[in-house]
């Protein structure tokens, strides 16, 4: 059975009856299954995690975008984590039995389907249509506040939709890659410059960690401040090698880690290098685990 996996982000992490509507999208396709959904009140955002057959996987991605396009307004939008729409990013991740190549069709047809709708789209990642474009944060630059502008380059013509400012539903990012971990540290302190100081040096574009993409965030409703990043190749970059990294630059400035979180599914071979390195038992192997002998 071919299994595909999409990690859909959207702009709306505080409108309970929205998410809920948008997660029952999910649920109602069958063969699908619903893994996760994450929602940040400072970053306005849901991140919903769901598999399954890859036609079907397309299906609910379309009901999911259809929900979000119809309830969230990109002209009133706030929100701490960088957006340029209310469908922001849609990444489809190949899991069993599919090939990139694969899934690349089934993000195209994603996109094909949200320009019909009026959205201008941009390819990333190994769905990406030129170099320029595989970066998310280059395709991302400048937010939704930047979008009217850049669409009038000729250079950021969109992938899929009109070339025309979407003001309401703004413009949405699809794209093919590996599994990518979200992991944030929250550090007890509201110095959101400390935060973005210890982002900036371990990311991978100011000379960090490869594979490494970090933001400074203000939890305010927390009263603390945190390095959000995205591990977008866990193989090279292993989450307990970037937690030592900003362990490392917090104790620079006094702080001290309060807790740290991991969005969304993590694979289990990502879980099985840190336990590797925290407990020390070096011929460590998944297959150890009891769950996973009864998934085999």
Known sequence: ???????????????????????????????????????????????????????????????????????????????????????????????????TAEAVEIARQFGRYLGSKGVPVYYYEDAATSADRKNLVKVRKGQYEALQDKLKDPAWAPDEGPATFNAKAGATAVGVRLPLIAFNVNFNSDNIELANSIARRVRHMNGGLRYVRAIGVNLSDKGMVQVSMNLTNYRETPIHMVMEAVRSEASRYGLSVASSELVGPVPLEAMEEMVRFYVQVHDFSADQFIETNLLQ
Not at 36 to 53: A, K
Not at 79 to 99: K, Q, S, T, W, Y
Request: no cysteine; net charge negative.
């Open 1 to 99: 059975m071919k299994v595909l996996m999409s990690v859909t982000n959207i702009s709306e992490g505080k409108n309970e009856k929205l998410i809920g509507e948008a997660a029952e999208a999910v649920r109602s396709t069958a063969e699908v299954k619903l893994l996760e959904i994450s929602s940040d009140m400072d970053h306005n955002r849901s991140v919903f995690s769901y598999l399954g057959p890859p036609e079907m996987v397309l299906e609910a991605t379309k009901k999911l975008a259809d929900v979000s396009i119809a309830g969230i307004d990109m002209t009133v939008h706030k929100g701490d984590h960088p957006r340029m729409g209310a469908v922001d990013v849609v990444p489809f991740i190949p899991v069993r039995n599919i090939e």
